[in-house]
């Protein structure tokens, strides 16, 4: 078994590739561990599965950020952007959270997101044409930045009803604002901030006077318990955009990167439909767990998790999802990618929490896997010769324990394609 490294430097290169012997060697000694920081701090990770449900599910790990109350005021567009950002419902603890919880929930209704179903499919075989025009020109293509990105900004524009003409802007505005703190100059990026926090801001007004079919129209114009407040649409409009394409754009690259990888699973995908896909789509969110870990937790009292882990008021908690998805003692074989786990039957292996458990499971996740389930067939049929041009162990990785999936994943096709 590795040995666990002293200090953990989330931004190692190697780490972020594969963070998996780490984690196992942590959850075999400690499942809940204080760890040592590369940046001189210290937090506890929660490894193990069921410690992480019940973390999850405990009112006494907040998750309101400590420096909320005394955060200096912003005083310029991008820094009003992000602090804004800072305001969404992830960030809240009961009873905030439950209103805006039960307001977006019922935007997000079954009937509403799956509703979204022929869009989904028009948008995919848009990006399939441009892709297939990619790889005739170039010879080969990046599935991230042809698929597995722009797919799910573009659903995102469907859920918040932004017009087609502005689609571009937004891709191109998300893009910046997501891109690796080294990628772009800090202007280009403050500038992103300032962009969308307008456009969102003028979207909201659009709404409220003339309301589409869109989910974020119904979410503007539901007035229960007193509906939302600008300030706090706006912060919905950021969550939904932040929360709803990092994570998709993971699950679309890693799924891809599996099925390339093991053919074997991708034949009897195309061989037997609907139902092992959503199997793939399942044993990929549990594999390669899109969010690593979920959004920071703070300890409001002592903690009493058994077995020695007492964690002390005010501490910083970290749910690692992707190492509870790898606990053998709920995953036989957690190390292979296995879609049957998730077959129908009686053999059907356990929930895996990559969209998190308790009061704040994700609100999109009925729409990621239907974006999923929806997109990875239609991908697949239009390149049955797809394959890899790269070594997969080489592929780089994005650094930090919160989200987690290739950064690039070039392919080939057959001529034939
Ligand atoms: C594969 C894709 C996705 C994954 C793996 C994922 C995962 C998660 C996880 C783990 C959480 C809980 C985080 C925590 O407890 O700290 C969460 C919350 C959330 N997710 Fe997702 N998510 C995905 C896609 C989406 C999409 C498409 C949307 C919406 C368009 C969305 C909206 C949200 C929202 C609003 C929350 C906050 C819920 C709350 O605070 O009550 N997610 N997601």
Redo the contacts with the bound molecule.
């Keep these: 078994m590795a040995a666990e490294p002293e200090v953990l430097d989330p931004a190692d290169e190697s780490f972020a590739r594969d963070p998996y012997p780490y984690y196992a060697a942590l959850r075999s000694q400690r499942p809940v561990a204080r760890v040592a920081l590369a940046n001189g701090t210290h937090a506890w990770l929660v490894t193990g599965y069921e410690q992480t449900r019940a973390v999850?599910a405990d009112p006494r790990f907040s998750?309101v950020p400590p420096q909320a109350a005394g955060r200096p005021k912003p005083d310029s567009p991008a820094q009003r952007a992000r602090a804004c950002l800072a305001r969404?419902?992830?960030?809240?603890d009961a009873p905030d959270?439950t209103r805006?919880?039960r307001l977006?929930s019922a935007a997000?209704s079954p009937r509403r997101v799956d509703a979204l179903r022929p869009r989904i499919e028009d948008l995919t075989d848009g990006l399939v044409r441009d892709l297939a025009a990619r790889l005739d020109r170039d010879g080969s293509a990046d599935l991230v930045d042809a698929f597995a990105f722009p797919l799910?900004v573009l659903?995102?524009g469907e859920?918040l009803g932004v017009p087609e003409a502005d689609r571009d802007a937004l891709r191109a505005w998300t893009y910046r604002v997501g891109s690796p703190a080294d990628a772009l100059e800090q202007g280009a990026v403050d500038e992103a901030w300032t962009r969308l926090y307008g456009y969102f801001t003028g979207l909201i007004a659009e709404k409220r006077r003339a309301p589409g079919g869109d989910l974020f129209s119904a979410l503007v114009h539901d007035s229960s318990e007193g509906g939302l407040d600008d300030g706090e649409l706006l912060a919905?409009a950021f969550?939904?955009?932040f929360?709803?394409?990092e994570?998709?754009m993971?699950?679309l690259a890693s799924a891809s990167l599996l099925l390339l990888t093991h053919p074997h699973e991708l034949a009897a995908a195309r061989r037997e439909g609907p139902d092992r896909w959503a199997a793939v789509v399942e044993e990929a969110?549990r594999h390669a767990?899109?969010?690593e870990g979920?959004?920071?937790?703070r300890t409001t009292e002592a903690v009493d998790l058994g077995a020695g882990a007492r964690i002390p008021a005010g501490a910083s908690v970290l749910?690692v999802?992707a190492s509870a998805n790898r606990d053998p003692s709920r995953f036989p074989d957690p190390n292979a990618f296995r879609p049957d786990r998730y077959g129908a039957g009686p053999e059907r292996a356990a929930p895996h929490?990559?969209?998190?458990?308790?009061?704040?499971?994700?609100?999109?996740?009925r729409?990621?896997?239907l974006?999923?389930a929806t997109a990875l067939p239609r991908l697949f049929a239009a390149f049955p010769g797809m394959r890899l041009a790269a070594e997969p162990t080489q592929l780089p990785y994005r650094p930090g324990l919160l989200v987690r999936g290739p950064r690039r994943l070039p392919v080939t096709a057959a001529p034939s394609d």
């Design positions: 999850l998750n969404h419902m992830l960030n809240s959270h805006l919880r977006t997000f799910p659903v995102i859920v919905m969550l939904l955009l929360a709803g394409y994570t998709t993971n699950l969110l767990s899109p969010l979920t959004t920071w937790r749910a999802l929490v990559a969209f998190g458990h308790g009061p704040h499971f994700c609100v999109g996740s729409l990621a896997r974006e999923a």
